[in-house]
Structures are given as C-alpha cells and as structure tokens.
C-alpha cells in the first residue's frame, strides 16, 4: 500500500493530527505505517464493541449485567481492592433465602457441617425495651457478612468501622443508597441489627464417634441511639465489634471473594451461596467430585419444596453463574453435580493473596 493509500484510512483527528506533524521527516514513510496500524486497531476495536453492544441490544438487563461482569473479569486482572472475604463456614453453610416469618432457629447442612442460627434481641434506645429481632435472611444480609467480614480482615481488627464504607459498599454492590421507610440503607441496616442479635452453632462430626459444638456469636456489641433529629431517628454507631471467638475464626478461616462477580449476582441469596461454595471447593478439590441432587437440594434447596422444581431452579441459577465463568468446570446431569479439578486460571478467584495479607489457613 502507498503512503497516499495509507493515508487516506487515517480518520481520528489525533492521528491526522500526527500525520501534519510527521510531513518532510525523513522517517515519513514509516511513521505514516505506524499510525495508520494504530487507525486499523482501533478500527477493530469499535467495530468489536459495535458487535457487543449489538449482541447485549437483544439481552435483558440481567443478562447485560452479567455479560459485562465475565468481560472485565476476563480482561482486568483482579487487584487487592476486588478481594473481598467471607467466612468459610458460611460460604459452606448459607443464611435463609428468605425472611422465616414466626421461625426463631434455622438449620442449614452440608455433609457433615451443621450452621444452627438463632435470632435475638436488641435493646431500643427509644423505649429501653429488649426487642425481638429476626433471622438474617436474603442476599442483603449475606453481602452485610460479606463487606464486614472483609473489613475485620482488610483492619486485622475484631472492632471495625462501618458507617462510611457501608454506604461506599452499598454503592459498589449497584444498589442506590436511599433513606426513609424502604431504602436501602434501612434494608441493610436491618440485616445488620438481625445478624448482631443472633447467635450461631457450628456443629462438626468426624461420621464416626466424635462431634463437636463451637457457639460463634458473630457480634459482640452493636450500638445504637436516638437523636433529637426527628428525620434521623435511630442512629448507628460507626463501629461494629466481631465476638472474639468469631473474628479469630475468620482470621483463620477467610475465602477471598471477587466483588466483581459478588457483584453480579447481589440481587440472588442462592447465587451468591453458589458462587461463595464453588469458589471454595473449585480452590481443594483435587479428583472429581460428584454430588447428588439429593446433596444439592439439601444445600441450596431450602425455598424449594420438591426436589423437582428445585432441578429446574438450580439448572437456571448455574446457568447464569458460567455466563460470567464460561470456563468453569461444573457441569449437572441425572445424577446431579460434577465438579473436575480446576487450573488457577479458571477459578472464581485467583490463588494468590494479595502481599498486603497474611494466607489464611483452609477450613476444616
């Protein structure tokens, strides 16, 4: 092609501009191929984001959500500031789907693993009464453990700091934060007042003769009281402070979270179960596993009554989770799920922890 043909493909005003600025260099000739390569590059580029936007054009807002997701997580490597953490117990053995309405105690199993939740109380700062307080349930409450199990970890701290950051993580999980009586600050508020009244049990049996009972209170104190504002009401201390026993638990047993995917699926309990219970065992399973839909509808299977429609429910959920991990080694059949030995690169996190951290020990 001739300098003049060459030419004639430069378009960009930045690149013709460059053009001008190279005319009577002795280097002319080359300078116009190299600029014209950098009009053809981006030529490719516009016309691939032409073609993408045309393909999401026909999908639904979930399904852009989740397109999205999978491209920047295949193409920005994941830095500190992605790593969130969850306990590993509780990526094994989630929360209510939903608000267990006159339930005050809550099972969830996972093989041998039994998590046994308890509500409780809190006292009001308005009336001085211990008033009762809910199950923590739904995707809110498993992203308030999310962001503050994270922070425990990020300030090596049992007392964290909250106020701030809770809005800031409101704001990355794609929710407005809005006031009054249906914001979102009020729905994740609730979620934390549930989470610090309740009381856990961590049941452990080795399938022979031996079991053990570790009562793990995620909080030990939570303040809250009443200002003179009548449009704030009840404020929230800006600190939260973990139970000892439970922080240096978490310490121990901390599953890093890409909040990029967590982000994908904030709107779904199960997905967010799913991606958190893959993520660890996709990081230490070293043969095939299989489970059967019997094993899987024990797990994630509580909102569904028959094992039937929960098929249909989970094929869909794992559906959506490999659009953001197409190479994801999962795969469902007859007889249920197979998990295959996974190469770090297609984990739901990396391996490598950020340097900034101690490695946490795998849990039990």
Not at 70 to 98: K, M
Not at 107 to 135: C, D, H, W
Not at 248 to 259: F, G
Request: with cysteine; glycine share 6%; net charge positive.
């Amino acid at each position: 092609m001739s300098v003049d043909e060459q030419i004639a493909v430069i378009r960009d005003a930045d690149l013709l501009t460059e053009v001008e600025r190279a005319r009577g260099h002795f280097m002319f000739k080359t300078i116009i191929e190299h600029i014209a390569h950098k009009q053809t590059l981006r030529d490719a580029e516009h016309a691939k984001r032409i073609a993408v936007d045309a393909r999401r054009a026909a999908m639904s807002r979930d399904q852009r959500r989740r397109d999205a997701v999978r491209e920047v997580i295949e193409t920005t490597p994941s830095t500190p500031e992605n790593i969130q953490h969850i306990h590993s117990v509780l990526a094994l053995c989630g929360l209510p789907y939903r608000e267990p309405k006159g339930e005050r105690e809550f099972f969830r199993e996972y093989g041998r693993n039994t998590l046994s939740i308890m509500a409780g109380r809190l006292k009001n700062p308005k009336t001085g009464q211990m008033e009762v307080q809910g199950l923590p349930y739904g995707p809110k409450a498993r992203l308030v453990l999310l962001h503050l199990c994270t922070e425990a970890v990020r300030q090596r701290s049992a007392r964290i700091e909250v106020a701030d950051s809770l809005s800031g993580f409101i704001k990355q999980m794609g929710f407005p934060v809005t006031g009054g009586e249906r914001g979102t600050l009020r729905q994740f508020k609730e979620q934390l007042n549930r989470l610090a009244a309740c009381t856990m049990q961590i049941g452990l049996w080795d399938g022979a003769s031996r079991s053990s009972t570790l009562n793990v209170p995620p909080f030990r104190q939570l303040d809250i009281w009443l200002t003179g504002n009548s449009d704030q009401g009840l404020l929230w201390s800006n600190t939260v402070q973990f139970h000892a026993d439970f922080y240096e638990n978490l310490i121990q047993h901390a599953l890093p979270v890409d909040i990029r995917a967590a982000r994908a699926f904030a709107g779904s309990a199960r997905k967010l179960d799913m991606l958190f219970w893959m993520g660890y065992r996709l990081r230490t399973v070293q043969r095939p596993l299989r489970l059967s839909w019997d094993n899987l509808h024990q797990q994630f299977g509580s909102d569904n009554a028959s094992i039937r429609s929960f098929k249909q429910a989970f094929k869909g959920d794992l559906a959506h989770i490999k659009e953001v991990f197409p190479r994801l080694r999962v795969s469902l059949d007859d007889g249920g799920m197979l998990l295959l030995p996974t190469d770090p690169s297609e984990l739901l996190v990396p391996p490598k922890r950020p340097k900034s951290e101690k490695p946490a020990a795998s849990a039990a």
